[in-house]
């Protein structure tokens, strides 16, 4: 497999992985306007993880619902920060607030990308992150004084590094305010994953080769 393809496949991974640990929080978010926020963030990192598996499909000579839904758990690239099973609020806030600005990072080195496609997709996905920054940033305001998130900052900052390059990393830690620490990096997945994948992939795997 190519860099470019692994890249994509990387950003691809966390942006689907993500979706569907926002989308648990449907229904039993501690507002109804949280209900709504989450699905709606939900449903765009699942768009932005289809435009990208699109990309890497090209590349590949598949397609991105193959790319989703039909490798193993332990094909995936995604980042461990996105796999993580988390059952508090404090936590899960803790993680959007620390994904959004790594985010932000990755997409801002990918629009400055020589790669005039990945570049242009990165300028459509960073007007469409605006909302989710805005979201993360008033959560993570408001929470600020609050032990519980700081410590789930801090919990969860080894786990947020390993979404960047480590050339970037810096720039994440910067933006934080935290230091630049031994990071959870791609490859070292979680048990998490695998048991959301039995989920995700329930439906697909239980007619294999059918049309949808």
Same mark, same amino acid.
């Given at each position: 497999? @190519?860099?470019? +393809?692994?890249? !994509?496949?990387?950003?691809?991974?966390?942006?689907?992985?993500? &979706?569907?640990?926002?989308?648990?929080?449907?229904?039993? #978010?501690?507002?109804?306007?949280?209900?709504? #926020?989450?699905?709606?963030?939900?449903? @765009?990192?699942?768009?932005?993880?289809? =435009? !990208?598996?699109?990309?890497?499909?090209?590349? %590949? &000579?598949?397609?991105?619902?193959?790319?989703?839904?039909?490798?193993?758990?332990?094909?995936?690239?995604?980042?461990?920060?996105?796999?993580?099973? %988390?059952?508090?609020?404090?936590?899960?806030? #803790?993680?959007?607030?620390?994904?959004?600005? +790594?985010?932000?990072?990755?997409? @801002? =080195?990918?629009?400055?990308?020589?790669?005039?496609?990945? +570049?242009?997709? #990165?300028?459509?996905?960073?007007?469409?992150?605006?909302?989710?920054?805005?979201?993360?940033?008033?959560?993570?305001?408001?929470?600020?004084?609050?032990?519980?998130?700081?410590?789930?900052?801090?919990?969860?900052?080894?786990?947020? %590094?390993?979404?960047?390059?480590?050339? !970037?990393?810096?720039?994440?830690?910067?933006?934080?305010? %935290?230091?630049?620490?031994?990071?959870?990096?791609?490859?070292?997945?979680?048990?998490?994953?695998?048991?959301?994948?039995?989920?995700?992939?329930?439906?697909?795997?239980?007619?294999? &080769? =059918?049309?949808?």
């Amino acid at each position: 497999m @190519n860099e470019r +393809a692994q890249l !994509l496949l990387s950003i691809a991974d966390d942006e689907l992985i993500l &979706g569907w640990r926002d989308s648990e929080w449907t229904g039993i #978010a501690p507002t109804l306007e949280e209900d709504v #926020a989450f699905s709606s963030i939900a449903q @765009n990192e699942i768009g932005h993880a289809r =435009a !990208l598996y699109e990309l890497a499909a090209q590349e %590949l &000579g598949t397609d991105s619902d193959a790319l989703a839904f039909d490798r193993d758990p332990g094909e995936y690239r995604c980042a461990p920060l996105v796999e993580l099973h %988390l059952l508090d609020w404090a936590h899960t806030i #803790a993680r959007r607030y620390l994904y959004e600005e +790594a985010d932000r990072v990755r997409i @801002n =080195a990918l629009m400055h990308s020589d790669d005039a496609e990945l +570049a242009g997709l #990165a300028a459509k996905i960073d007007r469409e992150e605006t909302y989710h920054r805005m979201h993360a940033e008033l959560w993570a305001a408001r929470l600020a004084a609050e032990p519980r998130f700081r410590s789930a900052v801090e919990e969860l900052w080894p786990f947020a %590094l390993g979404v960047l390059e480590q050339e !970037l990393r810096p720039d994440l830690a910067q933006r934080v305010g %935290l230091d630049v620490v031994a990071a959870h990096e791609r490859g070292e997945h979680t048990p998490e994953l695998a048991e959301l994948w039995n989920v995700m992939t329930e439906v697909r795997r239980s007619i294999p &080769g =059918a049309q949808w």
